[in-house]
């Protein structure tokens, strides 16, 4: 969390200076005056201040100002309004000081400060686990989360579910003065209504039917930390009570007790449910939502920050690693039509389609085809591989001679090679027969040869001469087998 920067008063017309101090003390802010022997000094200390500039004597008000571009100018004084041209100088105040006008200069001045690129690289280097993302959208959650981390603020993380409403409320803990505590969350939604308070506030031996032995509610388990209440919408009423009187006295008894706890946990609750409509049904407590929304934040749908995807694959990618000890890749084709897509599942939604590809294609690129039917938003011509005539013959001429009892047993005992046949037809015996070369040896390119006229020509009759039809039996293409047809003469009147 930034500091705010120090408020700095450099006018030498001394009278000014001190009414401008004066007006500053009324409204509770904190200034010093400087003179002409230690301003430069101070701002070297400070380089990054709020500067009310007057008259500066022999110094050059320009050169000042272009000297601490970190620093951000008010300008006391239209005869300095030339200095507005500089990005750093943010306004100028006029007498009368009016309350109105430097309240507002003063605040846009320290938001200059708060935004300068210096702070948002240190804000982008801040230890958030498993929060990735550089969309205006994630941007505005880690800051909502840094400002509020190191308060005791109750948050309630409101967001459509699978949007990492539970990794909101992890970095809070982990950003916070509790961090070396415990994280403790609970599913209000997952337990029945009679064993919630149990589950929350622990209970005694013998409190109720099966309580064989005192046990610890989550109260006290996350005491010195936080307790993340997940799905507080969905807690029955008569609990509401409950939790409303622990968050106001911060002392709870367990089920059966009589003694007093007193509660040290930060409070963090999350849903997915429009609380303000549960109210007006009157199925959720107001008060209890004022006491849990002190400090909202909204977790965005995947879909309102598209351009966030390949940073959260890659994060994804890395945690499914250790499950899988495979990785995927996306080409841009198919990054691009994973934008498109509206992810009504959000982040939860994305990690189970990485997952499938993963499973489907290991350690292999992915395109657009690739992807699920739902997920192909872009229509592109998919690579479709041809090969070459005389591999497929190859395998053609390996199926063909291949027995259906071969087909059942084992490829390494069963599977006729095709030299094999070759040497089997050359001895006049069965294709399945195999025997050795003959001793006066033979013309393999012409026996090749006969063999393909011998199937082309057992195709083409089978199926009446209808070519598509039997380049589909051949494993040809339609135009391959009509050159071989004109180049062996194989026609109807054969």
């Known amino acids: 969390m930034s500091s705010t920067p120090p408020l700095y008063i450099f006018d030498l017309q001394l009278n000014r200076a001190e009414r401008l101090a004066t007006v500053l003390s009324f409204i509770g802010e904190a200034q010093q005056v400087l003179t ?10 400070q380089p990054e201040a709020v500067v009310l500039l007057g008259a500066c004597g022999e110094l050059a008000p320009d050169k000042l100002v272009r000297q601490f571009p970190a620093s951000a100018f008010l300008v006391v004084g239209e005869s300095l309004s030339f200095l507005l041209e500089h990005a750093n100088v943010i306004g100028v105040l006029s007498e009368p000081f009016a309350y109105a006008s430097l309240t507002q200069l003063l605040r846009d001045a320290q938001q200059y400060h708060r935004l300068l690129p210096t702070h948002k690289q240190a804000d982008s280097q801040a230890k958030f686990d498993g929060m990735v993302g550089q969309t205006p959208a994630m941007q505005k959650v880690r800051f909502l989360i840094q400002q509020v981390a190191k308060t005791e603020a109750n948050v309630l993380v409101l967001g ?13 803990h982990l950003l916070s003065n509790r961090a070396s505590g415990p994280f403790v969350p609970i599913n209000c939604g997952a337990i029945p209504a009679e064993l919630l308070e149990s589950e929350l506030f622990g209970h005694e031996k013998g409190a109720f039917t099966g309580a064989i032995s ?49 509660a040290d946990v930060r409070i ?51 945690r499914q690693y250790q499950a899988h000890q495979a ?25 189970n389609l990485l997952e499938r590809m993963i499973i489907m294609y290991p350690d292999q690129v992915v395109d657009v085809a690739e992807l699920p039917k739902k997920y192909q938003h872009l229509e592109v011509d998919s690579y479709q591989p041809v090969y070459p005539e ?51 040896g033979l013309d393999l390119k012409e026996f090749l040869a006969e ?17 598509a039809r039997a380049a589909e039996v051949l494993g040809l293409r339609r135009t391959t087998l009509v050159e071989k047809m004109r180049k062996y003469n194989l026609g109807k009147d054969e």
Not at 36 to 43: P, Q
Not at 165 to 171: I, S
Not at 398 to 417: G, R
Request: no cysteine; glycine share 6%.
């Open 390 to 440: 005389e591999l497929q013959e190859r395998d053609l001429l390996n199926s063909l001679f291949q027995s259906p009892d071969e087909e059942a047993e084992s490829a390494a005992e069963s599977e006729t090679t095709l030299a094999e046949i070759q040497f089997a037809f050359a001895a006049g015996t069965q294709p399945l027969g195999l025997q050795d070369l003959p001793d006066s």
């Open 214 to 262: 005192t046990r610890k509610g989550r109260f006290e388990l996350a005491q010195g930390g936080t307790l993340f209440l997940d799905e507080i919408g969905d807690m029955p009423q008569p609990m509401q009570v409950k939790l409303l009187r622990v968050l106001q006295e911060r002392i709870f008894e367990r089920v059966g007790g009589a003694q007093t706890i007193k």
């Open 36 to 45: 002409a022997e230690n301003v430069l000094d101070k701002l070297q200390q």
């Open 160 to 172: 459509p579910s699978g949007t990492g409403k539970e990794v909101v409320a992890r970095n809070i």
């Open 268 to 318: 963090i609750a999350a849903t997915h449910r429009d609380l303000e409509t549960m109210i007006s049904d009157g199925s959720f407590r107001e008060d209890l939502y004022y006491r849990l929304n002190v400090f909202p934040i909204e977790t965005p749908a995947l879909s309102e920050r598209a351009d966030d995807l390949p940073l959260l694959i890659n994060e994804l990618l890395q």
């Open 451 to 467: 063999l393909e006229v011998r199937f082309i020509s057992q195709a083409l009759e089978r199926h009446d001469f209808i070519v």
């Open 327 to 351: 990785r995927v890749k996306f080409t841009e084709r198919a990054l691009e039509s994973l934008k498109l897509h509206p992810w009504p599942g959000n982040v939860r939604e994305l990690a």
